[in-house]
């Protein structure tokens, strides 16, 4: 009986540790793998196209083999209509004519081009959408050569996940090479074909509906989707709660660079996103976690630059040069960014003897692949670099080297980050839009905070691209969100549910759990050697008199560790 005793009193002592873990909730099956496409994809109805169309269009070729398939129906003039733009102005490429598009017909005429043109001139029937689906490797090995395939608005439909019968009366599964989208072609923009799309979207989640009108060329690039012609393509998802309302977008050729990114420019794994999202629990929720780090220390810099000496506290909160085990995580695009990296050098210079760094776009290998997050399983300290956020939702969020970067605040070790290191920190993530960075609100990204900290929003560079009325918008459309912004420079040293400024600029807080004044700031701003209580949102101390008087005296000189 005193050794049963004995286990349930160690047991509910140990409640406590337990409950003070980092949770670890994000699903890995929720998002997509299958982030691009190596090559380009080209939707076209031969439209007029303008000479600045033209170059890039020539540019798809480069010289590489280029097959042309085309209905014995279709006439010359048509076929040299809709391959023109991709060849030049004395290759003539004589298409391989079929009657009946069939598997036999699409291996024999490929070969090994890297540019095909599939041109159908009337919609398929059910056997040629079945030997499409067939050829589907065929046509998947092009694009992962980094080829390119041009289809007619007739084929157009079949490359998407989802595509209406030849009837018009329901819908077959398409070869899903336009990622998790239904492709329309001769699309007429009115609020009755919206409406009629919308509902299809509905009744099939996670897709995302595209509408391409008349005259207009459409080319997706990697993840990229941009239109040449006089025409336009309508992207569209369904309304799925009290945020996620009806989404509508129309982009058309850029006419000139002064014109906005979103005006000609989308990004499809920002709306694959997007659709998913809106199949999920309500994000962020009403009553969202309240920040607070139960064990370890963040350390969340603004950009522009490292207060003085920080990172001598960082690898110290780690262990110390000799007993720290410092990860770097970069922030790219890229597949691959070399085997030097300043930061580790820099961490090396410092006499810390274990750092390294690790990279991957690939979801798969950063959920799967042992050797490459073994560096996080005794890691005590992450340093995340600057970039663009999105990029570390893509390749981490919901895998188990999140689930270990997590951990490593289990075991008490500091997790630190500048620019989009910082945002990340969030469980919302801020400004995370592929296309610019000018909106802090990225559908389809704002659940991709790495979730260090609940129940905050975090935006960065904050005073020097005056980012205050994009945070007043945030908070105002998701008040149970702790706002906060933090200049160039300057960063907060979160333990538990404190906050400590650093740096030389100052920390905004948007509290809207307090009324806003009419006339006065929507925010508290706090410099260096205050402190905030993010989970009680009120100042613990303000130095904000002690900076006036000390500006009075002068300022402090320099220490030799800044820049770091």
Not at 90 to 109: A, G, H, M, T, Y
Not at 333 to 338: A, F, I, K, L, M
Not at 419 to 444: D, E, H, V, W
Not at 528 to 551: F, M, P
């Amino acid at each position: 009986m005193k050794t049963l005793n004995r286990m349930v009193i160690f047991a509910f002592l140990l409640i406590p540790t337990i409950s003070n873990a980092q949770k670890f909730d994000e699903k890995f099956e929720h998002w997509p793998t299958d982030l691009k496409i190596n090559g380009r994809i080209i939707i076209t109805d031969g439209p007029e196209l303008d000479e600045a169309a033209l170059r890039t269009l020539r540019r798809v070729r480069r010289d590489r083999e280029m097959v042309v398939l085309a209905r014995a129906a279709v006439a010359e003039d048509q076929v040299t209509k809709l391959v023109k733009p991709f060849a030049g102005d004395d290759d003539n490429v004589e298409p391989v004519r079929f009657r009946i598009l069939n598997e036999d017909s699409i291996k024999k005429s490929v070969g090994d081009a890297k540019v095909l043109a599939l041109i159908s001139g009337k919609k398929l029937s059910d056997e040629e959408l079945a030997a499409l689906q067939k050829s589907k490797p065929v046509l998947r090995k092009i694009l992962d050569d980094r080829g390119s395939l041009i289809v007619d608005s007739h084929v157009a439909p079949a490359l998407g996940y989802i595509m209406k019968s030849p009837t018009g009366k329901s819908l077959n599964k398409g070869l899903n090479l336009f990622f998790d989208c239904l492709v329309q072609t001769n699309f007429d923009d009115t609020l009755q074909n919206r409406a009629k799309t919308l509902k299809t979207l509905a009744a099939n989640k996670r897709t995302v509906g595209i509408g391409i009108s008349k005259n207009c060329l459409l080319m997706l690039s990697g993840r990229k989707i941009v239109c040449f012609g006089s025409g336009k393509s309508t992207f569209l998802l369904p309304p799925h709660n009290k945020y996620l309302k009806t989404r509508a977008q129309t982009i058309r050729q850029a006419k000139n660079r002064r014109q906005l990114p979103q005006e000609y420019l989308i990004d499809l794994t920002e709306w694959r996103r997007d659709s998913i999202d809106r199949t999920l629990p309500q994000f962020p929720a009403d009553k969202p976690p309240t920040p607070h780090v139960k064990k370890g220390t963040l350390v969340i810099v603004g950009g522009g630059g490292m207060p003085r000496g920080l990172m001598n506290k960082i690898v110290e909160l780690a262990g110390g040069v000799e007993r720290a085990k410092m990860v770097y995580v970069p922030c790219s695009e890229r597949d691959d960014v070399g085997e030097r990296q300043r930061t580790v050098e820099m961490w090396k210079r410092m006499g810390v003897k274990h750092a390294t760094f690790i990279h991957t776009k690939d979801r798969n290998k950063a959920n799967t692949d042992k050797d490459f997050y073994a560096p996080l399983k005794d890691a005590t300290g992450i340093w995340f670099g600057g970039g663009r956020q999105w990029n570390f939702a893509d390749s981490y969020y919901g895998t188990k080297t999140h689930q270990l970067m997590k951990e490593v605040l289990n075991r008490g070790g500091v997790i630190g980050g500048s620019s989009a290191g910082a945002s990340i920190q969030g469980r919302y993530l801020a400004r995370a839009t592929p296309i610019g960075n000018f909106r802090i609100m990225a559908p389809g990204y704002e659940r991709g905070g790495l979730g260090f900290l609940g129940g905050v929003a975090i935006d960065q560079h904050f005073s020097q691209r005056g980012r205050q009325k994009d945070m007043t918008q945030l908070v105002n459309r998701y008040p149970q969100l702790l706002g906060i912004g933090l200049d160039e420079a300057t960063a907060i040293i979160v333990t538990k549910s404190k906050a400590e400024v650093v740096g030389r600029g100052k920390v905004f807080f948007y509290n809207r759990k307090i009324p806003v004044v009419k006339g006065k700031p929507d925010y508290i701003a706090l410099p260096a050697g205050s402190v905030y209580d993010l989970a009680e949102r009120k100042i613990i101390k303000n130095t904000t008199s002690e900076k006036s008087d000390q500006s009075k005296r002068g300022p402090k000189q320099p220490d030799k560790n800044d820049g770091f």
